[in-house]
């Protein structure tokens, strides 16, 4: 028992209790070797099913290998088979945040292939639609981010607005996030009854929310340590790989679809364009953030002026004529036949158009050949060249870094892998 | 594209607005980068912007010869247009010059090109699959690949789909 008592031997160094015992090794080299790690295509703390190869050396990226299409769906392919109108739902599954805003980018560029000009009301209720998919999406994004860098608590208010949103959603179109919303030539139904008033009150809520994201984030110590000056990206550099939307913004250039070319009655409403200085991934969410002030910004001003008047344009080459003229007149029966059978006959032509979608300019290529059906859908995804650049941006940079840059830059795989 | 047509008449074939007004220039293959940098450098035309870039497979249109277009859309952030640009490669010799030595954000679209198109670019660093796998054969948006040719990695489970009936692999 006396045993116990006595104390080490001087001459064999306890490493659990004497901090010296190795002081040689610890100013010893770290040997290191080149590792090759798979982050994904399931990854915890990254969204999206994106397998990066990543090589690193210590913890530093020498490599970066982004490998996608693991939620290739055959989008154009697809579409190519169908008529216009069937194409819709395909559309909901690109960019699965906001889904109507590729509902209305589409319809948007056949209207624009068959010359037509949608009623003004169709017009304000895409609008509506559209920045309320614009909230979700940037929701997402900054509430992913919180959760990714350890803030739970943001996301918990990021997902209650965005739960509100989803509900004003489902009255108004009958599904939370596959909308399928919108005909070509305007809108399949009205706006449900009492439901302006409910949206401006789930906005009151949303504004406190993103207050308290904006509270508890944008001075906090820990979130600005892992996103200022980390991802950044020149402004000539995002040009030349094709950013668009609030990664491009983020790098100081203005450059909006709303504003450089509005289309539908964007003219019409006093809003700002948010535009960042440094490209990292700080301005990326903060010009996000102020994105959502501006969103609600317009939405209340189109809910206040939005005129009464017809939904969709009666014509019945384009639209379904109204349900008592189908079930009592021939001309009725014959046109709504002949939509469903056949689908809407676009005249043979070619074009592209582009609308500001969440993440950066939704290009449309579309190509007709007068039958039913489309010839050619190509869809410019706002995430693809995004995506594109991320070994650009972090190759060199900590593995640690990855992690915000790839919140930040939102990228979509329904979109990006089509 | 006016400027286009005095400072390099022997690369443009073909001018034309389509029917909402968007100016295109076929442009022939060889000539490529150099409109290309033209429309990129010129101080007031700038074309920098990086849009997109895909194709088309003529096969069932009246027009259908060459069979392959290959479009691109550039836009100038000082002028707020786009650009369209085509070039038409035959069956026979789908190669196009690449972009990516002038534009970066062509890298991957040229690469989804090649793989849904089997259209090759010359130049281009890295040219691979981008979204279907190495082990798939042919290319699935030519107009005569067959909507359920399906080539699965793994085997499917035999399930009956009472709607359109097992796959058909390469009859339509």
């Known amino acids: ?418 | 594209m006016d400027r286009v047509s005095a400072q390099l008449p022997e690369a443009v074939a073909d001018r034309y607005v389509d029917r909402t007004g968007g100016a295109w220039a076929v442009i022939h293959a060889d000539s490529l980068p150099k409109v290309a940098a033209f429309l990129k450098n010129d101080p007031e035309l700038e074309f920098k912007l990086f849009g997109s870039i895909d194709a088309v497979d003529r096969l069932h249109l009246a027009e259908n010869d060459p069979r392959f277009e290959v479009v691109y859309f550039l836009y100038s952030l000082k002028r707020h247009e786009h650009v369209r640009l085509k070039v038409r490669v035959s069956e026979s010799q789908p190669v196009v010059p690449s972009l990516t030595p002038l534009f970066r954000g062509a890298n991957w679209w040229e690469r989804l090109t090649f793989d849904f198109y089997g259209i090759r670019f010359d130049g281009h660093p890295d040219l691979r699959r981008i979204l279907l796998y190495e082990e798939f054969q042919g290319h699935p948006l030519r107009k005569d690949y067959a909507l359920r040719d399906r080539q699965p990695l793994i085997p499917e489970r035999p399930i009956k789909d009472i709607f359109r009936g097992p796959g058909t692999s390469g009859l339509s």
């Open chain 1, 1 to 418: 028992m006396a045993d116990h008592a006595k104390p080490h031997a001087p001459e064999t160094p306890n490493p659990d209790t004497d901090a010296y015992a190795h002081e040689s090794e610890l100013e010893a080299h770290l040997q290191t070797k080149r590792m090759v790690i798979n982050m994904g295509p399931s990854h915890p703390a990254t969204h999206g099913t994106v397998r990066l190869k990543v090589e690193l050396e210590g913890e530093t990226i020498v490599k970066i290998d982004p490998e996608i299409g693991f939620l290739h769906r055959g989008f154009q392919k697809s579409c190519e088979n169908v008529t216009w109108t069937q194409c819709l739902p395909y559309t909901d599954r690109l960019n699965y945040l906001s889904a109507m805003m590729n509902n209305f980018g589409f319809l948007n560029a056949v209207e624009k292939l068959i010359g037509l000009e949608i009623p003004e009301r169709a017009q304000y209720i895409r609008v509506i639609g559209s920045e309320i998919h614009r909230l979700t999406d940037h929701l997402t994004c900054v509430g992913a981010t919180g959760l990714e860098l350890g803030g739970f608590a943001p996301f918990l208010f990021a997902m209650e607005f965005r739960e509100l949103l989803h509900d004003r959603t489902a009255e108004l179109t009958g599904a939370r996030l596959t909308t399928s919303f919108g005909r070509v030539g305007g809108i399949n139904r009205d706006l449900p009854e009492g439901w302006i008033q409910k949206v401006h009150k789930s906005l009151d809520r949303g504004m406190e929310l993103i207050d308290e994201m904006d509270g508890l984030l944008t001075r906090n110590r820990i979130f600005v340590d892992r996103t200022k000056g980390t991802g950044v990206i020149s402004a000539e550099d995002a040009i030349d790989f094709g950013y668009t939307g609030p990664a491009l913004r983020a790098c100081g250039v203005n450059y909006d679809i709303r504003k450089a070319k509005p289309y539908w009655v964007y003219d019409r409403f006093d809003f700002k364009v948010p535009v960042g200085e440094h490209g990292d991934n700080y301005d990326r969410y903060l010009v996000r953030l102020e994105e959502m002030r501006q969103s609600i910004h317009i939405l209340r001003q189109a809910m206040d002026t939005i005129p009464a008047g017809p939904i969709i344009v009666d014509d019945w080459r384009i639209a379904l004529p109204p349900k008592p003229e189908v079930y009592g007149t021939i001309e009725g029966v014959m046109s709504h036949f002949k939509l469903v059978m056949e689908g809407i006959q676009v005249p043979a032509g070619e074009v592209y158009d582009s609308t500001e979608a969440s993440n950066g300019e939704l290009g449309w290529y579309i190509v007709s050949d007068g039958s039913g059906r489309p010839y050619k859908v190509h869809v410019r995804a706002p995430g693809f060249p995004v995506l594109a650049a991320v070994p650009h941006i972090i190759e060199g940079k900590m593995l640690a870094d990855l992690i915000p840059t790839f919140d930040t830059i939102n990228m979509i795989g329904g979109e990006v892998e089509q």
